[in-house]
């Protein structure tokens, strides 16, 4: 007899706890007032980068070593990633900001001119020196969630917008789930969605500063996002014209035909995260909580619902990110 | 160890709080600085609203005294505004006062900074303003009721180290009884213990040690070169000389 598993949030780590549990043959219902993933969830406001190199300038060992393996995962549950790496770019005075990268992303790989104007050509004219990691891919978080939603619907998990759980509850729910969680806080975060047909770039690109960094992914068809600022503060709401400004400054930075786009969408949210900015599975009586997922939505949901499920289907204790406050 | 308006504090090192990879990474970096002061921005990191009350609560579990700033001002106004803030916030007199005049540089606006310096003591603030090592303007800010006072080794952020050392020497040399802090722009250890060595009071730093690769490897070699300069100020350094002066005697060769 299969287990029930009964999921708390339809968000992406919602949706990838889903995934794994369901892999492993158990019943699994997910709760979620909301319904369809939509913005309600901190995870469609997202970049959609599967760059674990690039993030490991700032975050800690496990955080790559588990991110590698999210362009994979993401691809088998047959969502579309585009693997054209991350190039990463800073204004002249600020190319110290470059030298620090490249000592902390041991995968950077330096490029000049001619070879930034092969990849992107676009940025040809603004830049002479660039870093490349060319194992890094990036995918459009929306379509994702969405189809991912839809696959799971269609493979028999249930999909309510409320209930009684039944069986072994993994709680999912990000900032909603904060008053249980001792350490769990907001990042607020604010993104900018643009269009314009008079810039193509094949792959995410950072401009690195050091206040105001910048990354932006295109979205196909002259949509680009823009992300992101990172705030200590859990506000859901309220993009500030400071935040915006700086984000749509960096983008003119980097390319001048930015400042003739048409702004599609402000996004703001918070981000759950715990104060070393890693996820974890925490369990509390018998509910289990994976949450934390900070700015690592994407690359990070699929190793924490793998571990979970390992560790509730066939006890095998997570190999990171594991709590027993029981 | 230096008293700020009649308050001693432990510590020679003042830490910021931006720009750490992580909160916990911050909170190490406190413990292994063993700083005394904590400087915060209220524009970014509001204290007591709800929605910032997660990191406020984690600077005030690190248990050392809070400064808050008014970092990103470029306005009189604006900078009176933010500390007002603040002092609602943070539950403080003490206020660290930037006005900022030039945005390439972060340069303090002398101006702006003596008249929002008058303008907050007036109001019971107790300043410590962000100036450039410049002797009249420090006299202003002395007369505008600033005890304390805190000018830049280097622009912002820079890491370029103590830019004008005949400026330091000689604003510690007019200011014999003020407390004076090196705020801005050390990059590595031995810049903070020389701005001791130079009879300062204490180093604020912040980006040296947040964007370090290991943050709190750096916040602790920051509190040994600070104690190291600290243990030369009251040794009585020797004096340089030209001539080379044998430190082993030679012996059976008196006076060579």
């Not at chain 1, 990036?138 to 039944?166: C, E, I, W």
């Not at chain 2, 945005?103 to 101006?111: C, E, G, I, K, V």
């Amino acid at each position: 007899m299969s287990q029930d598993i009964t999921i708390l949030g339809g968000g992406v780590a919602g949706l990838a706890m889903a995934s794994e549990f369901l892999a492993k043959g158990a019943g699994v219902t997910v709760i979620d007032p909301a319904g369809r993933p939509g913005e309600h969830a901190c995870s469609w406001w997202a970049g959609g980068m599967l760059a674990a190199e690039c993030e490991g300038a700032l975050a800690e060992e496990p955080v790559v070593r588990q991110g590698r393996k999210a362009a994979q995962w993401w691809a088998d549950q047959g969502v579309e990633i585009t693997h054209n790496g991350t190039l990463i770019v800073a204004s002249g005075r600020d190319q110290s900001e470059l030298m620090t990268f490249a000592r902390r992303v041991p995968a950077a790989q330096w490029l000049d001119a001619a070879q930034i104007a092969d990849l992107e050509p676009h940025l040809a004219e603004q830049f002479t020196r660039a870093l490349f990691v060319e194992r890094e891919g990036h995918m459009n978080p929306r379509p994702a969630l969405t189809s991912l939603y839809d696959r799971l619907a269609a493979s028999g998990v249930q999909f309510v917008t409320k209930g009684a759980s039944r069986g072994q509850v993994i709680d999912c729910r990000g900032l909603a789930a904060r008053s249980d969680l001792d350490g769990l806080r907001g990042v607020k975060g604010e993104m900018v969605i643009v269009r314009t047909p008079d810039v193509q770039l094949a792959r995410p690109v950072r401009l690195l500063h050091p206040r105001f960094p910048l990354y932006i992914v295109p979205r196909g068809d002259g949509v680009f996002m823009l992300g992101a600022t990172q705030i200590e503060s859990g506000e859901r709401t309220r993009a500030t014209v400071r935040s915006v400004m700086e984000l749509l400054n960096a983008a003119y930075a980097l390319h001048p035909a930015f400042g003739e786009a048409e702004l599609l969408e402000i996004g703001v949210d918070a981000r759950p995260a715990f104060s070393d900015n890693q996820p974890r599975i925490r369990r509390i009586g018998d509910r289990i909580y994976a949450n934390g997922l900070f700015r690592h939505g994407y690359l990070l949901a699929p190793a924490l619902a793998r571990m979970t499920a390992l560790m509730v289907i066939e006890g095998t204790e997570p190999e990171d990110w594991y709590e027993d406050y029981r | 160890m230096p008293v700020f308006y009649g308050k001693e504090v432990a510590s020679r090192m003042m830490l910021g709080t931006a720009q750490y990879p992580s909160p916990a990474i911050l909170a190490d970096a406190f413990r292994r600085s063993g700083a005394g002061i904590a400087t915060v921005s209220v524009r970014r990191e509001a204290g007591g609203d709800q929605a910032g009350q997660a990191f406020w609560n984690l600077i005030q579990e690190l248990g050392v005294a809070i400064l808050p700033n008014t970092a990103g001002c470029h306005s009189v106004r604006e900078a009176i505004t933010t500390a007002q803030m603040a002092r609602e916030l943070f539950d403080t007199n003490w206020i660290k006062l930037e006005v900022i005049g030039h945005s390439d540089t972060l340069q303090p606006d002398p101006f702006g900074l003596v008249e929002a310096a008058q303008a907050l003591s007036d109001d019971g603030f107790e300043v410590f303003p962000y100036c450039t090592e410049d002797l009249v303007l420090c006299e202003r800010l002395v007369k505008a009721g600033c005890q304390v006072l805190m000018p830049w080794g280097a622009p912002i952020g820079t890491g370029l180290g103590l830019n004008n050392l005949y400026g330091l020497r000689s604003l510690r040399a007019h200011f014999p009884d003020t407390p004076l802090v090196v705020d801005a722009g050390l990059g590595l250890p031995s810049q903070a213990a020389h701005a001791i060595e130079l009879g300062y009071d204490a180093v604020l730093l912040n980006t040296a040690v947040a964007k370090a690769g290991d943050p709190a490897a750096m916040a602790e070699g920051f509190a040994k070169a600070v104690e190291a300069g600290a243990l030369a100020a009251t040794a009585d350094p020797m004096e340089p000389r030209d001539m080379a002066a044998p430190s082993t005697p030679v012996l059976g060769m008196p006076f060579s």
